[in-house]
């Protein structure tokens, strides 16, 4: 059974610019969550979705956004990117939203300049 | 709202000593509580848990109890391995949903 994967798994960006990264979860797994991990806040959560449906919202400007497809695939997206943005992106999949085992992927590493 | 505090590293062990990784956590309700381990350039894997007030999460030699009356998680080990070097991560998550708190993490090196 494959992981969770995640694309691109490195990404360099100028500060101003945009970003998509991209979450494919195990398969037959519905819920997908985001977390920034950072040296400095160490892992934060962002946002959880179910069923194309966001459940949850972690303490991010609006700059930070997301989907999900009718697939469970996940996309996130940093607007007007700024330094403070770098970080590792982990995406983590799960079968439902009531507490399950979550498994995560390797991360995309985004690096802003 | 919720956190989770755990000992800062590194914490650096020769082979075969016994390892403690202390976490404490602030929480309503009854969360669930886990430890999480990631290797060099990896996402992060679960390594135990434990759902209820008593509950021993064990997993590769690992245990943790979950003890609601003095609020922690702590990690043991009997004897830890050159591959157990590591960051461990203390979490936690209300019964709400998928959402995880984690704690500072804790880089545990291990000398042959």
């Known amino acids: 059974k494959a992981g969770v994967t995640q694309t691109p798994r490195y990404l360099i960006k100028t500060r101003g610019q945009q970003v998509t990264l991209s979450c494919s979860p195990i398969?037959?797994?519905?819920?997908v969550s985001w977390y920034q991990q950072t040296p400095g806040q160490g892992l934060q959560f962002l946002f959880e979705?179910?069923?194309?449906?966001?459940?949850n919202k972690g303490n991010f400007p609006g700059r930070f956004s997301g989907r999900q497809f009718s697939n469970s695939r996940s996309e996130m997206n940093v607007s007007t990117l700024e330094l403070g943005d770098s970080a590792l992106y982990l995406c983590?999949?799960?079968?439902?939203?009531?507490?399950?085992?979550?498994?995560f992927g390797p991360g995309t590493r985004l690096t802003v300049l | 709202g919720n956190s989770v505090t755990q000992m800062e590293g590194p914490v650096t062990l020769s082979e075969e000593a016994f390892l403690t990784i202390n976490c404490t956590y602030t929480?309503?309700?009854?969360?669930?509580l886990f430890w999480y381990v990631q290797y060099p350039g990896e996402g992060l894997q679960l390594l135990l848990k434990?759902?209820?007030?008593?509950d021993k999460g064990s997993n590769k030699g690992f245990e943790a109890t979950y003890r609601k009356e003095t609020t922690s998680f702590h990690l043991e080990k009997g004897s830890v391995q050159v591959s157990d070097s590591a960051v461990y991560f203390c979490?936690?998550?209300?019964?709400?949903?998928?959402?995880?708190?984690f704690g500072g993490g804790t880089r545990l090196m291990v000398k042959p």
């Open positions: 983590a999949s799960s079968k439902s939203t009531v507490y399950n085992e979550q498994f």
């Open positions: 398969s037959g797994h519905r819920s």
């Open positions: 979705y179910f069923s194309e449906t966001q459940r």
């Open positions: 929480a309503t309700g009854y969360p669930s």
């Open positions: 434990a759902t209820k007030a008593d």
């Open positions: 979490a936690l998550a209300n019964n709400a949903g998928n959402m995880l708190t």
